[in-house]
Nanobody
């Protein structure tokens, strides 16, 4: 059973930074495409960023472009989301997602999801 484990969420003041981490729990020879989504209270889950399995292609939501950076770790099937210049509207539960084949902005592309990590940005 493929599991994704997120970490790094927390409370930060506006303008601050956080770094989220996500790792696939399964030992596998398969390289997964990975992405981050978020869901704020009362809103639908939305795309944040994604990266292909090679690390050569990245995608960002307009709302985070220039502030967030997605990258792959040295360990297989790990991904980071560096979040800078955080705003109160970035407050949400952040979810890591993975898929063997697809990568992009549509959450339907991803077969595997983490439990989420809370990010709260105070004004």
């Amino acid at each position: 059973q493929v599991q994704l484990v997120e970490s790094g969420g927390g409370l930060v003041q506006a303008g601050g930074s956080l770094r989220l981490s996500c790792a696939l729990s399964e030992r596998t020879s398969i390289n997964y495409n990975m992405g981050w989504f978020r869901q704020a209270p009362g809103k639908e889950r939305e795309f944040v960023a994604a990266i292909n399995w090679m690390g050569s292609g990245t995608y960002y939501a307009d709302s985070v472009t220039g502030r967030f950076t997605i990258s792959r770790g040295n360990a297989k099937n790990t991904v980071f989301l560096q979040m800078n210049s955080l705003k109160p509207e970035d407050t949400a539960v952040y979810y890591c997602a993975a898929d063997k084949v697809r990568v992009g902005r549509d959450q339907k592309m991803y077969d595997y999801w983490g439990q989420g990590t809370q990010v709260t940005v105070s004004s």
